[in-house]
């Protein structure tokens, strides 16, 4: 079903899948009810490989691409969205930011322990009253001698308390000016630092997503990102990265959905004969295919032109776009295939719905992506 691969990326697939049915799949139904963070099977996925996908050798990541990156989330999400979600959020967010616009000492401190799994990251630009205007942010940072002070707080954080480090997006300058944001590393334990409440989700109950709290917290300037103000900036080349590994989350729950549904519908009988046989079920599953082949290859034509280092900011929009909403299409398909039994817990596609999504929400709404999509036509 995915376009022709070489042998090294179907071995890094493989490698995901058996990792997933190993040591996912036994317990994903469990996490979920619990909506409990396995924060040692990130340990685990650090000594897989999985989360340093993107960070080169020298830091003690993978050194691979985006057509491996995709590859390693989709087949978590295969089988569990959450766990992909928190593979996404630390490797392109947290990770991402600093492998980008870190200096040596910071990437040389830093990325080894994200990329072994020895801690867990966060990334907070997300507020409660700033959604998709992250331009009018709360939080804010005041500098005192070699110091600056932190002040606000940061909502809908994946690993929000149970992230070793954060990478923070405060506002250093004046409301609305884009240039008047930071970015700041911070780690857990610095006082002043602290989570807040953890959300009761819908889907991705597994994935932790709590508010990160800033009260007269002080981060020493050696840990500023970049340069001051540019915050902002930063996190929206980020977002591009992080949007093809929200495509690739959504493709792999897409395609989780449809091979459940397609082995239900061979094995269900009405009638005499297995639902497949029937029209009205075929040509569902037919269309739940094209969505699907589509999606992908807009993630992997994304994932291409990022390892190219070639501008993508509408090709990430348009993936992460169509990708998530195929996630909700399809997975509501799969439970209309299994009927009933599609809307218990006994079944894996209720929990595809669910998960699904999440998907067209994070990193940017389909309608914000739609938004930076025109926006980057109307430029040409």
Same mark, same amino acid.
């Given at each position: 079903?995915?376009?022709?691969?070489?042998?090294?990326?179907?071995?890094?697939?493989?490698?995901?899948?058996?990792?997933?049915?190993?040591?996912?799949?036994?317990?994903?139904?469990?996490?979920?009810?619990?909506?409990?963070?396995?924060?040692?099977?990130?340990?685990?996925?650090?000594?897989?490989?999985?989360?340093?996908?993107?960070?080169?050798?020298?830091?003690?990541?993978?050194?691979?691409?985006?057509?491996?990156?995709?590859?390693?989330?989709?087949?978590?999400?295969?089988?569990?969205?959450?766990?992909?979600?928190?593979?996404?959020?630390?490797?392109?967010?947290?990770?991402?930011?600093?492998?980008?616009?870190?200096?040596?000492?910071?990437?040389?401190?830093?990325?080894?322990?994200?990329?072994?799994?020895?801690?867990?990251?966060?990334?907070?630009?997300?507020?409660?009253?700033?959604?998709?205007?992250?331009?009018?942010?709360?939080?804010?940072?005041?500098?005192?001698?070699?110091?600056?002070?932190?002040?606000?707080?940061?909502?809908?954080?994946?690993?929000?308390?149970?992230?070793?480090?954060?990478?923070?997006?405060?506002?250093?300058?004046?409301?609305?000016?884009?240039?008047?944001?930071?970015?700041?590393?911070?780690?857990?334990?610095?006082?002043?630092?602290?989570?807040?409440?953890?959300?009761?989700?819908?889907?991705?109950?597994?994935?932790?997503?709590?508010?990160?709290?800033?009260?007269?917290?002080?981060?020493?300037?050696?840990?500023?990102?970049?340069?001051?103000?540019?915050?902002?900036?930063?996190?929206?080349?980020?977002?591009?990265?992080?949007?093809?590994?929200?495509?690739?989350? !959504?493709?792999?729950?897409?395609?989780? &959905?449809?091979?459940? @549904? *397609? %082995?239900? $519908?061979?094995?269900?009988? /009405?009638?005499?004969?297995?639902?497949?046989?029937?029209?009205?079920?075929?040509?569902?599953?037919?269309?739940?295919?094209?969505?699907?082949?589509?999606?992908?290859?807009?993630?992997?034509?994304?994932?291409?032109?990022?390892?190219?280092?070639?501008?993508?900011?509408?090709? !990430?929009?348009?993936?992460?776009?169509? &990708?998530?909403?195929? @996630? *909700? %299409?399809? $997975?509501?398909?799969?439970? /209309?295939?299994?009927?009933?039994?599609?809307?218990?817990?006994?079944?894996?596609?209720?929990?595809?719905?669910?998960?699904?999504?999440?998907?067209?929400?994070?990193?940017?709404?389909?309608?914000?992506?739609?938004?930076?999509?025109?926006?980057?036509?109307?430029?040409?």
């Amino acid at each position: 079903m995915s376009p022709i691969e070489s042998d090294h990326l179907k071995m890094v697939r493989e490698s995901a899948q058996s990792f997933a049915e190993q040591f996912i799949k036994p317990h994903f139904m469990e996490w979920d009810e619990s909506q409990h963070f396995p924060k040692d099977l990130m340990h685990q996925m650090g000594q897989q490989g999985f989360l340093g996908v993107l960070v080169p050798q020298q830091y003690g990541g993978s050194g691979l691409g985006y057509q491996e990156y995709i590859s390693i989330i989709e087949e978590i999400a295969k089988v569990c969205g959450s766990i992909g979600l928190s593979v996404a959020a630390h490797n392109s967010l947290c990770t991402g930011h600093i492998l980008y616009f870190g200096n040596e000492q910071q990437k040389s401190n830093y990325l080894p322990k994200l990329a072994s799994g020895t801690w867990v990251g966060a990334w907070g630009l997300t507020e409660a009253n700033t959604g998709s205007d992250a331009i009018r942010m709360k939080c804010v940072a005041h500098q005192e001698g070699d110091y600056w002070i932190l002040n606000g707080t940061k909502n809908w954080i994946t690993h929000g308390k149970s992230s070793d480090v954060a990478v923070v997006i405060a506002r250093t300058g004046e409301l609305l000016d884009s240039n008047g944001m930071t970015a700041f590393i911070i780690e857990r334990g610095t006082p002043g630092m602290s989570a807040g409440k953890k959300e009761n989700k819908l889907g991705m109950r597994a994935s932790e997503t709590t508010e990160m709290i800033f009260d007269n917290c002080k981060v020493h300037q050696s840990n500023v990102l970049g340069e001051i103000g540019d915050g902002f900036k930063q996190a929206m080349k980020v977002l591009d990265g992080g949007r093809i590994s929200i495509a690739a989350l !959504a493709l792999g729950i897409a395609k989780g &959905a449809y091979q459940a @549904a *397609v %082995q239900y $519908s061979k094995e269900r009988e /009405q009638f005499g004969k297995p639902i497949s046989h029937f029209q009205g079920v075929a040509f569902k599953l037919a269309d739940m295919l094209v969505k699907i082949e589509a999606a992908e290859l807009l993630t992997r034509q994304a994932g291409k032109m990022k390892d190219q280092n070639l501008k993508m900011t509408k090709e !990430a929009a348009m993936a992460k776009y169509y &990708a998530s909403e195929v @996630a *909700v %299409q399809v $997975s509501t398909d799969a439970v /209309q295939v299994f009927g009933g039994y599609g809307y218990t817990k006994d079944f894996p596609v209720e929990k595809y719905y669910r998960d699904s999504k999440l998907c067209t929400i994070g990193e940017g709404t389909s309608e914000i992506q739609k938004l930076v999509i025109s926006r980057e036509v109307l430029k040409q």
